[in-house]
């Protein structure tokens, strides 16, 4: 009897495991790809506004190092004088979507200057966004290199 029930809530736990890992309506999907290909368009831009605004408060990044930014450091990186990043593309993008919390991940090469010296990047990131008060944000972002 004891393992009957065991097996029945078990059963049950999967189904409701199950239920949360559904597709996300089209339109939600959508909505993340816009938002989050106008923040490579402002990251280009080098617009703080528009960077800021798709940014939440706690924000932080890990970058391939294992170096932890916050917000703020995050964004004077990007906007430093020092940084010229050329138009890239993301590749294998993809949204997953778990209630109020959103994986946004794919691929990308970056070429650039640092310091007057250039650049090339090749990496795999994945950013989280979450859903607070019907506002999606990007709480985190995390990036491992590949190696070509």
């Known amino acids: 009897m004891k393992r009957r029930a065991l097996l029945a809530g078990a059963a049950a736990a999967g189904?409701?495991?199950t239920g949360l890992a559904q597709a996300?309506?089209?339109?939600?999907?959508a909505?993340?790809?816009?938002?989050?290909?106008?923040?490579?368009?402002?990251?280009?831009?080098?617009d703080?506004?528009?960077?800021?605004?798709?940014?939440?408060?706690?924000?932080?990044?890990?970058?391939?190092?294992?170096?932890?930014e916050t917000k703020a450091s995050?964004?004077?990186?990007?906007?430093?004088?020092d940084l010229a990043l050329d138009p890239y593309t993301?590749?294998?993008?993809?949204?997953?979507?778990?209630?109020?919390?959103?994986?946004?991940s794919g691929r990308t090469r970056m070429t650039g200057h640092y310091q007057g010296q250039a650049f090339h990047t090749h990496y795999r990131y994945i950013d989280i966004y979450v859903r607070r008060k019907g506002v999606w944000k990007i709480v985190s972002v995390q990036i491992s290199p590949v190696r070509d």
């Open 15 to 17: 189904l409701a495991v």
């Open 24 to 29: 996300a309506p089209a339109a939600l999907v």
């Open 31 to 46: 909505q993340l790809e816009v938002q989050a290909a106008a923040w490579d368009r402002a990251i280009l831009a080098k």
């Open 48 to 68: 703080r506004a528009a960077i800021e605004a798709n940014m939440a408060e706690d924000f932080r990044q890990i970058d391939a190092h294992g170096n932890v």
């Open 74 to 81: 995050f964004v004077d990186g990007l906007l430093s004088p």
């Open 90 to 104: 993301v590749e294998d993008f993809e949204v997953r979507v778990y209630g109020d919390t959103a994986l946004l």
